[in-house]
């Protein structure tokens, strides 16, 4: 466990590593003994400067929902991070890679929250419920932490390397298997990864409960419109320059992202 001080200490080198597209050693190494409880309060500490910098929660989004890579990690459920409007992507306008350390894109099921959601005792039902439609969607990932050396103390303290998003339009979510939805990644015609909708905790809407479940032990609530991203239908990609990578995805459609 970390002082108030030494998260500080934490939080700051995160943000200046962003900021200034330096990576930082692992806060593993940098602050021995930091737990996810430490975490946690480190990825707060810097969603509240950007809050009160005028940004604006959009949602969560859920990590590590596969289990190859909660065994990789050593732990045996997810973690989340925070969406915000200034990380909201436009598929029209291409993205400059280099405003990034080190960025990858992800193939998820977008939930759009129509109600908000219970938290305590939160269900894959509820979910489907008081969801107004889930999008096709890609999320930018990014590690402030040099070359992905992260653990799961660095991965949550960097707001579960969350960097950007983008959505399609997509459609009620009770007209779809949302397990049994097949997607693809393409990028310069060139198919690089695939796979379905329950390699996310062998369904979406379970991985949203899980967060719903989760944040509440914090208070945060779940709220009418924000996005939720439960996790990467499959592996995570690295983004090239002057390449668009396009996610499609059965009964669902497709978005894709420009970087330049």
Known sequence: MLTARRRQEAA???????????????????????DTEDAYEIQ????????????????HKVGL?????????????????????????????????????APRVEVEIGFVLGDDLPGEGCTAADVLAATERVVPALELIDSRVRDWRIAIADT????????????????????LDLKAVEARLTG????????RGDAVLTDPAEAVAWLARTVARFRVPLRKGHLVLP???TRAVDVTAGRTYTAEFTGLGSVSLTFC
Do not use: K, W
């Not at 310069?188 to 796979?195: D, K, N, R, V």
């Open 44 to 59: 707060l500490l810097n969603i509240g400067r950007r809050t009160a910098a005028g940004a604006t929660v959009t949602g």
């Open 231 to 233: 996790g990467s239908c």
């Open 65 to 101: 929902s596969s289990p190859v890579m909660q065994r990789m990690m050593g732990v045996d459920e997810p973690d989340y991070g925070h969406l915000l409007d200034d990380m909201a992507l436009d598929s029209a306008r291409p993205v400059p890679a280099a405003r990034y350390c």
């Open 156 to 175: 949550i303290a960097d707001n579960a390397s969350s960097a950007g998003y983008v959505t399609g339009e997509g459609r009620d979510p009770r007209a």
């Open 188 to 195: 310069g015609g060139e198919l690089l990864a695939e796979g």
């Open 12 to 34: 700051e080198l995160l943000r200046s590593a962003e900021y200034g597209r330096t990576p930082v050693p692992p806060l593993t190494e940098t602050f021995p003994g930091i």
